[in-house]
């Protein structure tokens, strides 16, 4: 969290707001993100919600709306409340996740019968 209020302060300085801490929710949703887009993409959604509001607290409401609806499995409610998911009847999922070097075997299966199909019309080709 030390770095997403570093950046706060840094562009609430740069833009002349009054920011000076993220709203307790807004924390919340911020520390349980994946951030698969690592440091780049919290710098670039607090950067955008800094120039686009201003007030001495971020909160939820004021992050981009794209943003907000990255961060699952957080839930947001209308009014910007933070509702998290449930995950309590996890055992009654119905099918089982495959392993990833399954899912990626399928297409490579899908190209190798067209590449083996495209030979086999060569050589019928140049008989």
């Known amino acids: 969290m030390e770095i997403a209020q570093k950046f706060l302060i ?27 887009g690592n440091v780049r993409q919290l710098q670039n959604i607090i950067r955008n919600s800094v120039v686009l509001n201003d007030a001495l607290e971020l909160s939820i409401d004021m992050l981009p709306k794209s943003a907000r609806e990255e961060f699952d499995p957080i839930n947001l409610e209308e009014d910007g409340s933070l509702n998290a998911k449930k995950y309590d009847d996890i ?37």
């Not at 399928?106 to 083996?116: A, D, E, H, I, M």
């Open 91 to 127: 055992e009654n999922i119905d099918h089982e996740i495959a392993p990833l070097w399954q899912i990626e075997k399928k297409p490579l299966k899908t190209q190798f019968y067209f590449v083996k199909e495209m030979f086999r019309a060569l050589r019928h080709y140049l008989k």
């Open 10 to 36: 840094d562009y609430s300085k740069e833009e002349n707001k009054k920011f000076k801490q993220f709203s307790s929710e807004c924390q919340s949703l911020l520390l349980k993100y994946n951030w698969p």
